[in-house]
């Protein structure tokens, strides 16, 4: 700090001071002042001087003046100077021993503060509070002030100056501490507490320090003092209410009326604002409050809001303040309000704000009356009111709290109009509301309507949920009936809805007696199911659930289609799960009947399903049936892979029938591109030295007609290799 007041003093002394300050700067700090930045020696002394005290030697001295005059006045210390305050001498002295007392950490004790509230001026006390370091200690001697200190405090704080303390970020803070601490339950304070709410509601601009003061100030005054801030403010209350700046004084206020003399005033002062108020932005809390008065005080508010509560119940800042207007009503004003809105409820919910004050008129409805009136204004418009926006909790909820005799026509409105009420894009929530608190008599009565149109319901975009939803609360046997009697002529239609399988699931899990519905039902459309995306996955899951008998009746249908349905590629999935289901030898020989007469075109279809999904054991009546056609078969693309895949499963029996058939087409078959890999394969699976002798003889039999061929030594190498014990 030495350094830059050096500085600043040699630079001061200089001539054509503006001139000479041509080049950057460099102070202690490393901050950085350039030519445009010093155009004036005040900026720079300004700059350099208030690193610890704000000290205002620009009132003193101008920023061009380089006389030895205005350098010695430097020298000489001018009397510190805080606005038009000009500090006593020896001040300086006090305030260092005070910062020295702000830096011990030792608590105060009374004597100690009695001293220094002995000690300290008005002035001083001004200044202190506005110090940038200073005001901490202040509040540090705060918080050990006793009771007996209320009146020298009191004396201590001009209440001329409170207002312009209180815009002051650090002087505001040690009102509020002084507030805060202490409990004023006499009238040491309530003066000072009367003149700073007083006065700063008068203000046009209000910073948020004197906004922080005066809210503790209403916050600590006792209730004679707010009648007497009432009283002052009595015809400003209707300004103040409606100024954003002010607001939330009268909010305050508000807060702590108490007595009648209050109620009425600020009821007085409100009159005639009412409408007006519940669109101000910053007047919910408020009129919450005021809302709360006892209501012979209120009877304005209702001739005020009434006429316009249609309107304000839909305006974006009024209708959390109507909300609290009905909520806060007595049973006369209520039906009052109930009967000016009635007519308006459709309306009403149909609009997002709107919505929200329906719900809470009906919420409070608690009188057969009231039950009377929102079931006329209702009736005929359910349907409607079901399509509105959040019906469930602003319509629905509240009207199922209704006793059953003011809602059966209202609820049968909805049943009737089930269909279109869930294929709409808002009123699929009503129909759940009611299916989810539905008993099993009003279950049945919703089946009789959305069963027939289950279907059309489940093509919507929220018909599985709905359905799913009905499904999981039908479990008696007159719920089952209902489905079924509807169901049964729709299940081909049903299984080609995306999805479907979320709802045959439910279906599936009726009793026997009940679901064998869904399996006559797609018994004779499975062509047309499996081809279809949809429809063939519905038919896994229906398979995976038939019984035995069923999956006969599934085979015996498919008969003459399973060549086709095969190489349909969308079918691979269907096919393999209709065999893994087969569990009686009888759908095996059901099975072989139906593919006898197209066994060839079985064998050349790429990666045959059916084959391939054939057990062991019953595998032989195949092989059998393609043995005079072995040969052909085994030179085929596709058809050398099949019969590689029934080999595998060829007991030894058959593999002898094999080794017979191909015995005089061996060597042409070993050399061959696709019978080689037959060949290969069936090596591999001798098992018997009856079938292994056979192989050798063949093949010593053609080795010196084929010995050159190169596919011929693989097969010599591969006998050699699984039958190691063999000697040529």
């Known amino acids: 700090r030495g350094d830059v007041m050096i500085a600043s003093l040699r630079l001061l ?42 000290l205002h030697y620009s009132n003193v001295i101008t920023g061009r003046s380089t006389t030895q005059d205005h350098y010695n ?14 500090l006593p001498e020896g001040f300086e002295q006090k305030e260092s021993r005070f910062t020295t007392r702000m830096n011990d950490p030792k608590p105060f004790d009374a004597d100690e503060i009695d001293v220094i509230l002995d000690q300290l001026t008005s002035e001083e006390l001004v200044y202190y509070c506005k110090h940038e370091t200073l005001h901490n200690l202040l509040i540090q001697m705060v918080k050990f002030i006793e009771p007996r200190h209320r009146t020298d405090m009191a004396r201590c704080i001009p209440a001329e100056k409170l207002i312009e303390m209180s815009s002051d970020v650090y002087a ?101 604002t009412m409408a007006e108020q519940c669109k101000f932005m910053y007047s919910k809390e408020r009129l919450r ?68 004050v329906v719900g809470c008129l009906l919420r409070k409805c ?12 209702l009736s005929g418009n359910m349907t409607e009111l079901c399509k509105c926006q959040s019906v469930k909790i602003n319509v629905l909820e509240p009207l199922w ?14 049943y009737h109009n089930l269909r279109e009420l869930s294929l709409h894009e808002k ?94 039902g797609v018994l004779h459309h499975l062509k047309d199911l499996s081809m279809d995306k949809c429809g063939n996955v519905s038919l896994q899951a229906i398979i995976k659930r038939a019984n035995s008998e069923q999956i006969s009746m599934f085979l015996e249908e498919l008969s003459s289609k399973f060549v086709e349905i095969s190489e349909h590629q969308v079918d691979y999935p269907l096919m393999k799960i209709l065999l893994e289901n087969l569990k009686e030898p009888d759908h095996y020989d059901i099975l072989f009947n139906s593919v006898k007469q197209e066994m060839m075109q079985i064998f050349k279809t790429k990666d045959s399903v059916i084959l391939r999904n ?19 078969l085994s030179k085929g693309r596709y058809s050398s892979a099949n019969l590689e895949v029934v080999i595998q499963k060829a007991d030894t029996e058959h593999l002898s029938k094999i080794i017979k058939t191909i015995s005089s087409r061996f060597g042409g078959l070993s050399v061959h591109y696709y019978g080689n890999q037959v060949i290969r394969k069936l090596i591999t699976l001798l098992v018997s030295d009856d079938q292994v002798s056979k192989i050798k003889r063949l093949i010593i039999q053609r080795n010196q007609r084929f010995s050159d061929k190169p596919k011929w030594v693989n097969v010599v190498e591969k006998f050699k290799k699984h039958h190691p014990g063999v000697i040529f």
């Not at 080049?23 to 900026?43: D, G, V």
């Not at 009367?194 to 006792?222: F, H, P, W, Y």
């Not at 400003?236 to 005033?265: G, M, P, W």
């Open 366 to 377: 608690t009188e057969p009356n009231h039950f009377e009136l929102v079931s006329k204004a």
């Open 13 to 54: 002394r200089c001539q054509n001071l503006p001139n000479r300050i041509s080049n950057t700067i460099r102070l202690p700090n490393q901050r950085i002042l350039s030519k445009n930045q010093s155009k004036s020696f005040s900026n720079l002394l300004h700059f350099s001087l208030n690193w610890h005290q704000k």
């Open 401 to 414: 709290c209704f006793p059953d005799e003011y809602t059966v026509s209202n609820v049968d409105e909805v």
């Open 172 to 272: 505001s803070r040690v009102i509020i501490a002084i507030l805060d601490k202490i409990p004023f339950t006499d009238k040491s304070i309530q003066p000072q507490v009367t003149c700073i709410i007083g006065e700063a509601s008068r203000m046009i601009d209000m910073n948020r320090n004197t906004q922080r003061v005066l809210q503790k100030a209403v916050e600590v005054a006792t209730d004679g003092a707010v009648s007497e801030i009432l009283d002052i403010l009595k015809d400003d209350i209707r300004r103040l209410a409606l100024r954003v700046r002010n607001t939330f004084l009268i909010d305050l206020l508000v807060k702590r009326c108490s007595t009648n003399h209050q109620y009425e005033t600020m009821s007085n002062g409100f009159q005639g």
């Open 427 to 520: 009123g699929y929530l009503a129909v759940a509301f009611y299916i989810k608190r539905a008993n099993p008599d009003q279950i049945t009565q919703i089946l009789e309507y959305m069963s027939p149109h289950l279907v059309e319901i489940l093509k919507g975009k929220h018909g599985q949920y709905l359905v799913r939803l009905l499904l999981e609360k039908s479990k008696e046997p007159k719920h089952f009936e209902t489905i079924s009697k509807n169901l049964k002529g729709e299940m081909a239609e049903l299984c080609r809805v995306e999805n479907a399988t979320n709802v045959l699931q439910f279906l599936l899990d009726f009793p026997s007696k009940y679901n064998d519905f869904v399996f006559s």
């Open 614 to 632: 054939i057990p062991m054991e019953h595998m032989g009546p195949f092989i059998d049936e393609i043995l005079p056609y072995f040969v052909v």
């Open 73 to 86: 006045v430097i020298v000489d210390k001018p009397p510190k100077r805080d606005g038009d305050v000009i």
């Open 289 to 356: 409050n005021f809302f709360a008065f006892p209501s012979e005080y209120l009877n304005f508010a209702m001739y005020e809001i009434l006429p316009q509560i249609k309107d304000l119940s839909m305006h974006k800042e009024s209708h959390e303040s109507i909300q609290a207007f009905i909520n806060a009503a007595g049973p006369d004003q209520f039906t009052k309000i109930l009967r000016r809105l009635g007519p308006h409820l459709l309306e009403l919910s149909s609009q997002k704000y709107g919505g929200l």
